[in-house]
């Protein structure tokens, strides 16, 4: 072997290996990566073991790693969530998944009233290392209760942290993040992308900051402000908008609790014009927050006001009518449009 031969042998081994992995896989991964790295991480829910959940997120980390670390439970979101914290404070580090985010409610006391104030009610003595998935959001036409987006909930429930990933690089990323937290996170997974594309995703592991949001698109003329699966609309917009010669920069805030501030603040000074993006109801929605957020920050900054492209203040609809309720590429087009040509 020459010197060079071996010269590129070392740098390709020193290259990290990826797989090309749908966000669905990369949860997976996650989980398996971490499991077999700490012997207090466990996993538990309705199904996610014999059967590996209802999206298969959780296949085959029963048969690696046994019934007493893959635990399905009863039918009982408080119950999932209440024990999840009773094994916290015992020195476990639980990843409870409920079902879908519409069966978020009877664990919601659980979630509010003692997860996110351990810290608080101690003084910091305990502190609660819990992760609590669910699929979230529309788009699969799934029956009633299974499409909702409660994320403004959560986020109005002082701590607790909220992560929405929108590739499978950052679900796999973020998920290790909240595993090794030392406080409670919920992970929102976006079911309408478990399968919807791959990406390279690193086999070893890694982890995506908490709290740091990502440009996806560097642009000049306006921001476009997404999460979750919504961060595919933008795209499909920023498109749109890039063959009429306008330049957008998307920005995925990733979490939106703790939301990167700093990231939206510098976005919006260098565009002057911004659109927020999320399918939950548009009332009250985390999108009014980072419109309150841009105001007060960014005022002076602003050519236009700025627009929300949301999902309608109403019940989530039936399947056959979900796409009329889901922020689409059209609608976000044609908000931009009224903020570039106010």
Sequence with gaps: MTAATETATEAAEARPQTQKLTLAQAVNRALFEEMGRDETILVMGEDVGIDGGVFRVTEGLLDAYGPERVIDTPLAESGIVGTAIGLALAGFRPVAELQFMGFLYPAMNQLCAHAARYRNRSRGRYHLPMVVRM??????????????????????????????????????????????????????????????????????????????????????????????????????????????????????????????????????????????????PRNAGFGAEIVALINERALLSLLAPVQRVTGFDAVFPYPMLEHHYLPTKERVVKAARRALDF
């Design 135 to 280: 699929p979230y959001c529309g788009g699969i036409r799934p029956p009633e209760h299974h499409s909702e987006s409660y994320e403004a909930l959560l986020v109005n429930t002082p701590g607790l942290k909220v992560v929405i990933p929108s590739t499978p690089y950052d679900a796999k990323g973020l998920l290790v993040s909240a595993i090794r937290d030392e406080d409670p996170v919920v992970f929102l997974e976006p079911k309408k992308i478990y399968r919807a594309f791959r990406e390279d995703v690193p086999t070893g592991p890694y982890e995506v900051p908490i709290g740091k949001a990502r440009v996806v698109v560097e642009g000049r003329d306006l921001t476009l402000i997404a999460y979750g699966a919504m961060v595919r609309v933008a795209m499909e917009a920023e498109q749109a908008l890039a063959r009429d010669g306008v330049s957008v920069e998307v920005l995925d805030l990733r979490t939106v609790s703790p939301v990167d501030v700093e990231a939206i603040v510098l976005s919006v000074e260098k565009t002057g014009r911004a659109v927020v993006v999320h399918e939950a």
